[in-house]
């Protein structure tokens, strides 16, 4: 499978610069598909294009921009199986949540954004002037390889919407569903340099992407390290910068819980996508006197636990991306061997049964202190840490003894209780008791885990300046 072109200016054009890179099926550590890496001089091209067209665009009706919408999802649904398997293949996603997760998910955030945009007041009266909201201009994004489209469709459906214009470099790592995305969004009919895709890593593509002076505004998912270069290249330009970076996310668990349900939907939900997700609940908070009773627990639920072949509709877990995040999970589960934490499932090594592709076996561990580098670090695979407290201060102290604060998971049969723990996490969101997945409400992060938010009105909102008109009469 060979995807050589770039999408700039309405057309599948050639790279400025002849370079490619293999992309690798993680289940199989094959190469089976391949892409140009772009230069600054594609960038350029491609923001160039997007200012040209911004000109237009951003004068379009509300209409016309609810057609264009319509149209993508139209293809979107269409093509949805197809987006799935690629998703499964870039980055070894199980294909039953690549469907209806992976690419499912995706298409809310064009389903809601029509919701968002068909009744929004862009204009309303205040004081002795007119509030005005207009889209930001052009819109660099850089999107990750673990939710390789849900990311990139989180941030193109309200820039769209918004009447912005779009530059955008998915993941190397995982681009193909981006790429069929740009094939979907072609065949809806925007106008040449509307949308614009530039493959390419991050020192390269992502860094001319984040200071070049045509784009207005740069949004960013991804590691808190990279996001920071990101931020500082921003500055020169002062464009507004959207980050949702890294987390460590607190799940606790009140001595009222349904204790053994509570600890197995916690286990799956670290696990979530291998556990390669941002807001997975890797520190599970256990009150010490319910210690045994949380390990039986655990261990129970990754036992339950399908690992095996991605394309295979009943495995629950394939493996992790690359080599590289395989190296780094197993460098900390070992490190976590080796500053004295207790295993309770799983551990290093590749699985006994699978002698190729970059499985990790789930793994948990005990006894977990919250100053040991796997009760700090992100670690990106499917890793749960059991920490224990003695008072419910403490274990808010602990949830909120990071530098992150991307989400946190409280779990209580006194749902006023939890709700009152809630208020006390410094996190952009806070599950209670399962709480499952809700489109409208903002996505975004306190302190390291970023600025800005995702989803529904307040992403939306994310792409549009405020403009104050005084001096027009009532």
């Keep these: 499978m060979e995807k050589l072109k770039f999408y700039i200016d309405g057309r599948w054009v050639d790279p400025a610069v002849p370079a490619s890179i293999g992309i690798t099926n993680p289940a199989t550590e094959e190469t089976f598909a391949r892409i140009s890496l772009g230069a600054r001089e594609d960038v350029d091209r491609a923001a160039r294009a997007a200012r040209r067209a911004f000109a237009v ?116 790592i995982a681009p193909l569903s981006s790429m069929l995305l740009a094939e979907i969004i072609d065949a809806a009919g925007l106008p040449p340099g509307v949308f614009n895709l530039v493959n390419g890593d991050g020192p390269t593509v992502g860094e001319a992407i984040a200071g070049h002076p045509e784009i207005d505004m740069v949004s960013f998912t991804g590691s808190t390290t990279a996001g920071i270069k990101v931020a500082k290249l921003a500055a020169d330009t002062v464009k507004r910068v959207a980050q949702e970076l890294g987390g460590k996310s607190a799940n606790i668990i009140l001595t009222d819980a349904d204790l053994e349900a509570s600890v197995e939907a916690g286990v799956h939900a670290c696990y979530t996508n291998a556990g390669q997700n941002c807001q997975s609940p890797t520190r599970m908070l256990v009150h010490r006197s319910q210690r045994e009773q949380a390990f039986d627990a655990a261990r129970r639920a990754v036992d339950s636990i399908r690992l095996g072949d991605p394309l295979d509709p009943k495995s629950t877990m394939g493996p992790l991306v690359s080599q590289q995040q395989f190296d780094k999970v197993q460098n ?119 600025n800005g938010r995702e989803f529904g009105l307040f992403g939306f909102e994310e792409y549009l300046e405020v403009k104050a008109i005084l001096g027009y009469p009532a």
């Design 57 to 172: 665009y951003s004068d379009t009706s509300v209409e016309e921009r609810l057609g264009y919408l319509e149209k993508i999802i139209a293809g979107f649904r269409a093509h949805l199986p197809e987006l799935a398997k690629l998703m499964t293949l870039e980055m070894g996603s199980p294909i039953t949540f690549s469907t209806e997760r992976q690419a499912t998910v995706a298409l809310f955030h064009f389903e809601e954004v029509v919701r968002v945009l068909s009744i929004y007041d862009f204009e309303h009266r205040m004081g002795n002037g007119i509030v005005r909201r207009e889209p930001i201009g052009v819109c660099g994004f850089i999107t990750p390889w673990n939710w390789p489209l849900n990311q990139v469709a989180s941030k193109v459906a309200p820039a769209l919407a918004a009447g912005c214009t779009v530059v955008l470099k998915p993941s190397e």
């Design 332 to 450: 900390l589960i070992q490190t976590g061997l080796d500053e004295g934490a207790t295993l309770v499932a799983g551990g290093p090594c590749r699985p006994a049964e699978l002698n190729r592709g970059y499985y990790v076996r789930p793994t948990v561990f005990g006894d977990v202190t919250p100053d040991m580098t796997i009760a700090r670090e992100e670690i990106f695979g499917p890793v749960l840490s059991i920490l224990n407290y003695d008072t419910e201060d403490e274990a808010i102290a602990i949830a909120n003894d990071t530098p992150f604060g991307l989400a946190g998971f409280v779990q209580s049969k006194d749902v006023d209780r939890a709700r009152k723990v809630a208020n006390r996490i410094r996190a952009g969101r806070v599950y209670l008791n399962g709480a499952g997945f809700d489109r409208s409400l903002p996505f975004g992060g306190y302190k390291q885990s970023g």
